[in-house]
């Protein structure tokens, strides 16, 4: 609803903007620069739609389990009703079965009731937090950091030359403006879980102190974590660091941009899975006689 009222105003500037001998040339800058604003929020809100298509959780696989689970239920109910119509002044035992599936059925529909509650929260916080932290990057830091949602976790990836220098695992002090940013976002979200993960090409290292890319994406991952944790006050318990070293890549190793793409740093934000475990635990069981 909000990008058709974006575009319902953007079409009414751009119209506004023809008549632009019957408005002061004041006037008509203002309206350029709303349309211009107004232009970015709309593609900034079409991206993350776009991107929030972009789902297949496991989350979701337990709603389709369920809802096959309740269709089955259903199925079980009308066979036996069938059966129980045809000598219903005999079988007594019928009435405690059907008792027993109607009760599950409805429990059925309560399980499912509440996946669908909990999955769509969860949607919803994730293309916040998404949206927000877009909105709070600078032009030069959207040029170096990929965020996008996938499976229902939000990823953010940080081009490794924008915090380390070439074979170095220290941060640099223009990466922690935009590490702040990051920061303000987890904090915000503090029912969820932050893993920063190191990842590098395959060229090998040859440092002292380093034995190799793990060593390289491992030490990498805990530099940020600490400055998370030590700069930025976000709660350590919150915070895992992990390196994968050259075997995580999403480019050719074989090409110089390849190999920079997979030179990265991620951070992955996920909610905590506690909810959803004990909604797993307490799905009703089917009651075979």
């Known amino acids: 609803m909000k990008v058709t009222y974006i575009a319902a105003a953007m079409v009414a500037i751009m119209m506004g903007a023809s008549f632009t001998g019957c408005v002061s040339k004041k006037k008509y800058s203002e309206l350029q620069a709303l349309h211009q604003q107004m232009s970015q929020d709309y593609t900034t809100i079409q991206d993350n739609y776009t991107k929030e298509q972009i789902k297949s959780s496991t989350i979701q696989a337990l709603l389709d389990e369920a809802r096959k689970n309740n269709d089955d239920l259903k199925s079980s109910y009308a066979a036996l009703q069938k059966s129980l119509d045809k000598s219903i002044s005999q079988n007594t035992q019928g009435n405690v079965n059907i008792s027993k599936l109607v009760d599950e059925i409805n429990a059925s ?3 499912i009731k509440q996946l669908v509650s909990a999955k769509s929260k969860s949607d919803s916080l994730n293309l916040a937090l ?9 032009p030069s830091e959207a040029d170096e950091v990929n965020v996008k949602v996938l499976k229902g976790v939000v990823y953010i990836s940080l081009a490794d030359n924008m915090l380390f220098k070439s074979g170095s695992y ?11 940013k990051i920061a303000k976002i987890i904090k915000d979200y503090k029912d969820y879980d932050v893993l920063v993960e190191g990842n590098t090409d395959n060229v090998p290292i040859s440092r002292t102190n380093i034995r190799n890319n793990w060593d390289l994406s491992a030490l990498r991952a805990s530099s940020v974590v600490q400055v998370l944790q030590d700069q930025f006050g976000v709660d350590p318990s919150r915070l895992t660091a992990g390196g994968r070293g050259e075997y995580n890549v999403i480019a050719d190793n ?12 991620e951070i992955i934000i996920t909610p905590k899975l506690d909810q959803f475990l004990e909604l797993i635990d307490k799905a009703p069981e089917s009651t075979q006689n």
Do not use: H, P, V
């Not at 998404?130 to 600078?138: A, H, I």
């Not at 074989?254 to 740093?265: C, F, P, V």
């Open 109 to 111: 529909n309560k399980y």
């Open 130 to 138: 998404t949206t927000n932290l877009t909105r709070s990057l600078s």
């Open 170 to 180: 220290e941060i640099n002090s223009r990466a922690m403006e935009t590490l702040s």
């Open 254 to 265: 074989g090409t110089e941009l390849g190999r920079q793409r997979n030179r990265r740093t």
